[in-house]
Structure formats: C-alpha cells, structure tokens
C-alpha cells in the first residue's frame, strides 16, 4: 500500500523557520521524482518545490527561490522541505507528491500524494 506522510506543519511567525518531512512507503522511492506543492482555500495547487530521483537536480517556484530548500534521503525514504524567512503568503496546506520519471510541476502528472500538512504564518 501507497503512503506519503507529510509532518512538520505548525503555526510560525513572519521570517521564521520549519521543516516539513514526507515518509514515503509502498513503492520503490529511488525511482521517483518527488515534489512539494501547497493549497490554499479557493486556489489551485501550486508547485512549490521538486528533486530528481538521485537528488542532484532541484527545482523551485520563483517565490520560494532563495529561502526553501528541498532534498531527500533514499535510505530513509524521506522528501524535506526546509523553509527559512516564512512570509503569510506562505500560508497554506502543504502535500508531498511523487512521480516516476523526470521533473514536472504538473499536479495532474503525480502519481501519489499525501494528506497534507497545514502550515501557518502569523504577520
């Protein structure tokens, strides 16, 4: 059984820091290609983050360049997205996401998707 279980969302104020984790079970981790996208009400999912299977490529949206950084253990079969000098506007549901194969930031190209953890920044 498929399961991506995100953790690590809380309340944080302006320009501090978290650091979500994705536990990956059920299907072979070093093979896929894994991504961070976030929700908010209303809105569509928005990529936020990805890395490549190997974890030597990684690619980000224009508004998280510079303060989140993605990475991943294969052994642990674990995704990371380190986020520094939060704003509101990051406020959101965050999932974690996997695809076989090459990069996409293509919601409707992921083949699994977790439950979502909630983050929060307060002004």
């Known amino acids: 059984q498929v399961q991506l279980v995100e953790s690590g969302g809380g309340l944080v104020q302006a320009g501090g820091s978290l650091r979500l984790s994705c536990a990956a079970s059920?299907?072979?981790?070093?093979?896929?290609?894994m991504a961070w996208f976030r929700q908010t009400p209303g809105k569509e999912r928005e990529f936020v983050a990805g890395?490549?299977?190997?974890?030597?490529?990684?690619y980000y949206t224009d508004s998280v360049k510079g303060r989140f950084t993605i990475s991943r253990d294969n052994t642990k079969k674990t995704v990371y997205l380190q986020m520094n000098n939060l704003n509101p506007e990051d406020t959101a549901v965050y999932y974690c996401?996997?695809?076989?194969?090459?990069?996409?930031?293509?919601?409707?190209?992921?083949?699994?998707w977790g439950n979502g953890t909630l983050v929060t920044v307060s002004s």
């Open positions: 059920g299907f072979t981790f070093s093979n896929f290609f």
């Open positions: 890395i490549n299977a190997y974890g030597g490529n990684a």
């Open positions: 996401a996997a695809k076989w194969g090459a990069y996409s930031d293509y919601a409707a190209v992921m083949r699994f």
